[in-house]
């Protein structure tokens, strides 16, 4: 047998597995049939599998184009920078947790009665950036070909796939989607380069990304 089973110990400090345990999943919407599945990267998945051209629905076999494929990505996307511009806070306090949205004359301190917490964001800049970089892992070409992305599945899971895919295929199949992985990762790209220059703070990202 091939697939995850057999990945050797990871050589870096922290997996993908790990590092994206709470990032949201990149979830697709099918343009033939609107069936909505999670796409994680050359994988094996009960509702779609990589072709040659692209991803194919395994729901009504439509294979997304580009356009179709990266448009919904940067859509994703950009409701994930929404949200965080949204600014929902929530109380510190878990006796609380008072949920809020920012107000223009805010204090930290929690408004419930009686209450001391602290507000804090709900979906933290580290947060967006974590997304940012999590989406990014389902592209690299390496991370597929290794299978050291984050699992979508575990064994167990009602959705768990039934057949794995062999070794040999997922090295084709990443190499031809190459195009495909680039272009996705320049759309990401774009977003995450804006958030890193302008919302967060280089050195919390690296305390973050090394604790
Ligand atoms: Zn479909
Ligand atoms: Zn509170």
Same mark, same amino acid.
């Given at each position: 047998?091939?697939?995850?089973?057999?990945?050797?110990?990871?050589?870096?400090?922290?997996?993908?597995?790990?590092?994206?345990?709470?990032?949201?999943?990149?979830?697709?919407?099918?343009?033939?049939?609107?069936?909505?599945?999670?796409?994680?990267?050359?994988?094996?998945?009960?509702?779609?599998?990589?072709?040659?051209?692209?991803?194919?629905?395994?729901?009504?076999?439509?294979?997304?184009?580009?356009?179709?494929?990266?448009?919904?990505?940067?859509?994703?996307?950009?409701?994930?920078?929404?949200? /965080?511009?949204?600014?929902?806070?929530?109380?510190?306090?878990?006796?609380? !947790?008072?949920?809020? !949205?920012?107000?223009?004359?805010?204090?930290? !301190?929690?408004?419930?009665?009686?209450?001391?917490?602290?507000?804090?964001?709900?979906?933290?800049?580290?947060?967006? /950036?974590?997304?940012?970089?999590?989406?990014?892992?389902?592209?690299?070409?390496?991370?597929?070909?290794?299978?050291?992305?984050?699992?979508?599945?575990?064994?167990?899971?009602?959705?768990?796939?039934?057949?794995?895919?062999?070794?040999?295929?997922?090295?084709?199949?990443?190499?031809?989607?190459?195009?495909?992985?680039?272009?996705?990762?320049?759309?990401?790209?774009?977003?995450?380069?804006?958030?890193?220059?302008?919302?967060?703070?280089?050195?919390?990202?690296?305390?973050?990304?090394?604790?």
């Amino acid at each position: 047998s091939s697939g995850i089973h057999n990945l050797e110990p990871l050589e870096t400090t922290i997996s993908d597995m790990e590092r994206f345990k709470d990032s949201a999943k990149f979830e697709l919407n099918c343009p033939n049939c609107s069936h909505l599945f999670p796409f994680g990267g050359i994988i094996a998945s009960n509702f779609y599998k990589m072709c040659y051209n692209g991803v194919q629905c395994k729901n009504c076999d439509h294979v997304f184009n580009m356009i179709q494929f990266t448009s919904q990505l940067e859509s994703v996307i950009r409701s994930h920078i929404s949200l /965080y511009y949204a600014g929902w806070l929530y109380c510190d306090d878990s006796t609380c !947790r008072n949920v809020t !949205r920012q107000i223009s004359v805010f204090g930290k !301190r929690c408004l419930n009665d009686g209450c001391t917490g602290v507000m804090q964001f709900k979906y933290t800049d580290k947060q967006l /950036y974590n997304q940012l970089l999590y989406f990014n892992s389902l592209f690299d070409m390496e991370k597929n070909k290794k299978q050291l992305l984050k699992p979508l599945y575990y064994e167990g899971d009602i959705d768990y796939p039934s057949e794995q895919l062999a070794e040999s295929a997922i090295l084709a199949l990443t190499e031809q989607n190459r195009k495909l992985f680039e272009i996705s990762q320049g759309v990401i790209d774009k977003y995450l380069d804006n958030c890193g220059r302008r919302y967060v703070d280089m050195g919390a990202i690296f305390d973050f990304m090394m604790n």
